[in-house]
């Protein structure tokens, strides 16, 4: 039997490893799951939107390059709650962490 877990969904497209690292980090101190998704849309907006939407938690994350943004599910696409261009470590450890909190329902860092 193969059971989901409820997870945020990380979707990629050519990640840069160190931030997808940092994001996966900051979703791990919060003791949330994450599932790691490699797509073929390099749109961010798209990413991110499409990540929300898939997981059950709805909480996505999109990576493309060196672009990172945080989306929840009933947004409205490309109206990201988080979005950045070459973040700092602490920056994508904050998204991580803010799309874990987002689901528990407290506050952002």
């Known amino acids: 039997m193969i059971v989901n877990r409820p997870s945020i969904f990380v979707y990629t ?32 907006n798209t990413l991110a939107y499409d990540a929300a939407r898939d997981s059950m938690l709805g909480s996505g994350i999109g990576i493309s390059g060196v672009d990172v943004a945080l989306q929840m599910q009933g947004v409205i ?19 991580g962490a803010n799309s874990a909190r987002a689901i528990k329902k407290m506050a952002f860092k």
Request: hydrophobic share 30%; net charge negative; charged share 30%.
């Open 13 to 44: 497209n050519d990640p840069d490893p160190d931030f997808l690292r940092q994001v996966c980090a900051g979703i791990e101190e919060e003791g949330v799951f994450w599932e790691i998704f490699p797509r073929q849309d390099s749109d961010l």
């Open 77 to 95: 696409k490309g109206r990201n709650v988080e979005q950045y261009h070459m973040p700092t470590y602490a920056q994508c450890r904050k998204i």
